[in-house]
């Protein structure tokens, strides 16, 4: 990419991003711990009644929110803290209590579940004391947010009238995430589905998709420049995305198999972003270390899109629906594809100084060959099931050979995230008493 140098960036981490990712790193190991436990327990079940009533159904459920709701979602709040200024000046004082808040959620989130309370949605599982308290804890965000926002001086010259407009648009769109994640959580709001597979429908497939184009279209607004004023590829984007969005509310809402053509032909619209993303990110400026996470990102993005239509096609669906072909495509959505986009957005958000706990060639190579062996292992393994519902059911060795390999590519995850753990822990931004130069500005 040509325009990978920006001059302007922070050399440092502020407190407030060095935390976020401190925090986020912490729920990776975290989850990363728990699949290799549970990858564990489906070779050795006899395991389980040592687990007393924390046995492997209630573990998954911690192990995959943790993933959503901790790793992927904190450097986010890093983003946020970033974009509204929230980690600079006076406020950033307050950057550290929230994300103690929300990681309290996730450790009230993961009792609950262990305990077996549930609303039975895939992701959406908060219930009782925690359904209540997350979403407290997203308004604390937004509060500091507005807050920040409000204190920004009028003639700060990132504060254009464009983007304080859109920061408007953004909180305001952030104040509804809370109270959507607590009706969302209702075990009696459910979404359209496929009557053939009892998944989701194309329509709703389209619909999430396009919204994490939107973030990935929004994204270098809040954390880089563009390389020029006007470029093709972003013109062009932004066009595509409202013909494609168009075309989601065409389809509507209803129940419908994804035999018919008109299904799998609209959610084909979606390969079109595999080179309009890569072009797309080229019309923005950024820091150099991020190259090696952005490129990852770009392979696992592809990857993501191709793999997610070929499962989706009639005879394909209906043979992996369920089985293990399925986890392999919710690695390469979240293992593969967000953390190498998280971690490229970590980069260029904490500077140059400090990108060096993510781009070590080891750790690296670590977590993409474990990501890529572990989807081919445990689609070969999902493939047979399919024709074979027994075959994970029932012990035998080549289920047992294909399930070992994907704990050790789970152990190699682990490591790999452990690495970037020990090395977060000694970011300079986040010693309470030494200051760090950022931009010209000391931050304690
Ligand atoms: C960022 C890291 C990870 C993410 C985001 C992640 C995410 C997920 C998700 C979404 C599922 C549910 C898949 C489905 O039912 O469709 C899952 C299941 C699972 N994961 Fe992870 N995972 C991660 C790391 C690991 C690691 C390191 C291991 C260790 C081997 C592991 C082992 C498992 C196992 C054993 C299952 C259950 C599969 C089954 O039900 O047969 N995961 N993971």
Redesign the pocket.
């Given at each position: 990419m040509s325009a990978d140098r920006q001059p302007s960036m922070p050399q440092h981490a502020t407190p407030g991003v060095a935390g976020a990712v401190w925090h986020s790193l912490v729920w990776?190991v975290l989850?990363?711990t728990m699949?290799?436990m549970?990858?564990i327990l489906?070779l050795l079940p006899g395991l389980n009644p040592w687990l007393g009533e924390w046995t492997y159904g209630r573990w998954?459920m911690v192990?995959?929110n943790i993933?959503l709701y901790g790793?992927?979602s904190l450097p986010m709040l890093g983003f946020l803290f970033k974009v509204y200024g929230a980690d600079r000046g006076s406020f950033s004082n307050w950057c550290r209590p929230v994300l103690w808040l929300w990681s309290g959620a996730l450790v009230a989130g993961s009792i609950s579940w262990l305990s077996g309370q549930s609303s039975g949605k895939l992701f959406l599982d908060w219930s009782g004391f925690a359904r209540v308290f997350f979403p407290v804890v997203m308004e604390a965000l937004w509060l500091l947010l507005i807050v920040a926002f409000i204190s920004k001086p009028q003639g700060d010259p990132d504060s254009t009238l464009v983007t304080r407009i859109a920061k408007m648009v953004g909180l305001i769109i952030l104040a509804a995430v809370p109270l959507a994640i607590y009706f969302a959580s209702s075990s009696s709001v459910y979404p359209a589905l496929n009557p053939d597979t009892g998944g989701p429908t194309a329509a709703s497939q389209l619909e999430s998709s396009l919204g994490v184009v939107l973030i990935l279209l929004i994204l270098p607004f809040g954390i880089t420049r563009r390389t020029q004023s006007l470029s093709k590829a972003v013109t062009l984007s932004w066009i595509v995305f409202l013909a494609e969005a168009g075309l989601c509310v065409a389809l509507g809402r209803t129940d419908v198999s994804h035999h018919r053509p008109a299904q799998y032909l609209s959610l084909a619209s979606l390969l079109v972003w595999i080179p309009l993303i890569p072009a797309y990110c080229a019309a923005f400026r950024w820091h150099a270390a991020t190259r090696g996470w952005r490129i990852a990102m770009f392979w696992w993005w592809g990857g993501l899109v191709v793999s997610g239509w070929v499962l989706f096609l009639p005879g394909v669906l209906d043979r992996i629906k369920f089985t293990?072909v399925?986890?392999g495509?919710?690695?390469v959505a979240?293992?593969g594809f967000l953390?190498a986009l998280l971690i490229f957005v970590m980069i260029q958000l904490m500077g140059e100084e400090d990108a060096w706990i993510f781009n070590r060639r080891w750790s690296f190579h670590a977590w993409n060959l474990g990501v890529l062996a572990?989807v081919v292992i445990i689609s070969i393994a999902g493939w047979i099931e399919g024709a074979n519902p027994a075959f994970?059911i029932v012990p035998g060795p080549a289920r047992e050979f294909l399930y070992i390999v994907?704990?050790l590519?789970?152990v190699a995850?682990?490591a790999g995230s452990l690495e970037w753990l020990t090395a977060a822990s000694s970011l300079p931004a986040l010693e309470r008493h030494v200051e760090v130069e950022l931009q010209g500005v000391n931050v304690a």
């Open positions: 990776l989850g990363n699949g290799v549970i990858a489906l998954m192990h995959m993933a790793w992927c293990d399925l986890v495509h919710s690695i979240v293992a953390t572990y994970t994907r704990l590519t789970g995850m682990l």
